[in-house]
């Protein structure tokens, strides 16, 4: 049994055996209609996958399936993913739900195979999204559901966590609910070179799914009057109704900051400041803790209603404006 060491993409350190050589084979297990949730062994066996008429195959892991190992009559698709719980799979659900309901749709008795390593934990949550989706049904009891078919499925608890926020959100993207914005958050905007960038991709695709997608007021710069960021973007406990003591907003990272907040940090400065992309002005600091050169989600430090526990990049914003103009049209 191999050891490995490698980092998530997360940078966080993650130890274990090489998953291949370490998992005791099961069978697959046939879930619902031709849906069936398997191992890494079961994707590789032809009998097994010819005995159950297996078209469609669709891999849950950190490496897809390779040219040498793939069936000429069977379709493959993968979606990278580690058996971590700080890892989303939850912005991946429809795009799995999409290629898991076009297979089971597809007729012919025509099956469609979804594994992961053991077919445990990843590919086990990926099933329950796509049967949560499809049945309208809450988490546990769509668990209890795949769990009957296959007694060993276990989530992991981030990915439950996923689950239950799918739960929450009505079995859909919905970027308009701030847990979604915090779960991006606080998943992405860790410790990792190009977790900005991911972040703003993963927040731009559940945002183009959202049906519906209201951005609230637009903010402007004091200095220039454009538009910098909308309502949307500001990070605060919006559980608290008290009244708005401290008056300083902190927002989401923006696009348009990326490259000043990507760029090397020097470790003796605490407080990175923003400038207007337009003029240049001076209309936030950030002072999140630059640790390694990266930056840090952590807890926004205020002990106001609106600011306590929040935790975000600490992106405090001082030239702005209500853009009446834009409120008014
Ligand atoms: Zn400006
Ligand atoms: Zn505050």
């Not at 049945?135 to 981030?158: A, H």
């Amino acid at each position: 049994m191999a050891k490995y060491i490698e980092r998530d993409a997360h940078g966080l350190v993650i130890e274990g055996f090489d998953e291949m050589s370490s998992i005791t084979t099961t069978m697959m297990d046939q879930i619902w209609g031709t849906l069936y949730l398997g191992s890494m062994d079961d994707a590789l066996n032809v009998a097994a996958l010819t005995m159950h008429n297996i078209k469609t195959i669709l891999t849950i892991m950190n490496y897809p399936i390779s040219d040498d190992q793939r069936q000429p009559n069977i379709t493959y698709h993968w979606i990278n993913a580690q058996d971590v719980g700080n890892w989303d799979l939850l912005t991946y659900f429809p795009e799995a739900n999409d290629i898991i309901d076009g297979a089971v749709t597809a007729g012919n008795n025509a099956g469609i195979l979804v594994h992961c390593a053991a077919g445990v934990s990843r590919s086990a949550t990926i099933v329950i999204a796509y049967l949560m989706q499809t049945l309208q049904r809450p988490y546990e009891e769509v668990r209890d559901l795949v769990r009957r078919r296959r007694p060993e499925i276990y989530p992991n608890e981030g990915f439950v966590d996923q689950l239950e926020l799918f739960e929450a959100m009505d079995y859909c993207l919905d970027a308009n609910d701030r847990r979604l914005r915090h779960y991006l958050l606080n998943t992405y905007v860790r410790a990792v070179e190009d977790g900005l960038d991911q972040y703003f991709q993963r927040l731009s695709v559940a945002e183009k799914l959202t049906l519906d997608m209201y951005y609230g007021v637009p903010y402007a710069c004091i200095s220039c009057a454009a538009v910098l960021f909308n309502e949307i973007n500001v990070v605060k406990n919006y559980q608290y109704n008290g009244p708005d003591v401290c008056g300083r907003v902190f927002i989401e990272p923006q696009p348009w900051m990326s490259d000043q907040l990507a760029a090397p940090f020097d470790e003796t400065v605490h407080e990175l400041e923003v400038k207007c992309p337009h003029c240049r002005q001076v209309v936030a600091k950030c002072a999140t803790m630059i640790s390694n050169y990266k930056l840090l989600v952590k807890n926004i430090d205020c002990k106001c209603g609106h600011h306590n526990g929040v935790r975000g990049l600490k992106i405090m914003m001082l030239g702005i404006i209500l853009d009446n103009k834009s409120m008014s049209s």
